[in-house]
């Protein structure tokens, strides 16, 4: 089955500790990237990869990291988190064709830092 | 920033009516997609239109496309309580290669 998974799916953790959410996909997909979702503000792209170690800045991507060692996975990176990076984040995938292109989401990880 | 801003950000119908979400984006794009999402769920894509297409459609899905006036607009017919979702326009930028994403329209479709 073609599909982007995330783990974990929930996480609470406290200010400070380091933590990463993978993100894999099996469709092959040179597109990934990664987005946070908040109340009223949509989803806000944190970083995007065009290929294996091709990454580049989203909108919001400060206190983040990312690494694309592999194709299918992306994963991301919160080296010291603080409480404004709770929310829901979701990763994507897609093939890349003539710049047009649908995303497929992962579930999403909802994520509390206390 | 938020490239794409959806109109109304809540709408509640009746099932059986027409619902119409828009969609205003500010710089130019190589596509327009839209998006569904159940509550606290992935997103779902929907339908693509590219720059060039005025008009397209899936099923009880039709997009329109307005480049001149930086719009789109989804409108899902004869609309049933399984429409019930939060809907988002996606921008496809043409000197870029990210996505943005507007904060959506909560549809509520009452049976």
């Known amino acids: 089955e073609a599909q982007v998974t995330q783990n974990p799916r929930y996480l609470i953790t406290v200010t400070g500790k380091k933590l990463t959410v993978t993100c894999s996909q099996n469709m092959n997909h040179e597109y990934m990237s990664w987005y946070r979702q908040d109340p009223g503000l949509g989803l806000r792209q944190i970083y995007y990869?065009?290929?294996?170690?091709?990454?580049d800045k989203g909108d919001v991507p400060e206190g983040y990291k990312v690494s694309r060692k592999e194709k299918r996975n992306f994963p991301l990176i919160l080296e010291s988190p603080s409480p404004n990076q709770t929310s829901l984040y979701f990763c994507a995938s897609s093939f890349i064709a003539d710049l047009s292109y649908e995303q497929y989401f992962g579930p999403g990880t909802r994520l509390t830092v206390t | 920033s938020q490239q794409g801003e959806e109109d109304p950000q809540a709408l509640s119908i009746q099932e059986g009516e027409n619902a119409t979400m828009n969609c205003s984006y500010k710089t130019s794009i190589n596509n327009l997609q839209w998006y569904r999402q159940n509550s606290g769920r992935g997103l779902v894509h929907l339908i693509l239109i590219r720059s060039n297409e005025r008009e397209k459609h899936s099923g009880r899905l039709r997009v329109t496309l307005d480049t001149s006036k930086k719009s789109s607009s989804l409108l899902i017919t004869a609309s049933r309580a399984a429409d019930t979702a939060s809907y988002f326009c996606a921008t496809g930028l043409r000197n870029n290669n990210d996505m943005r994403f507007g904060a959506g329209t909560r549809l509520t479709v009452k049976p």
């Open positions: 990869s065009m290929n294996v170690e091709v990454t």
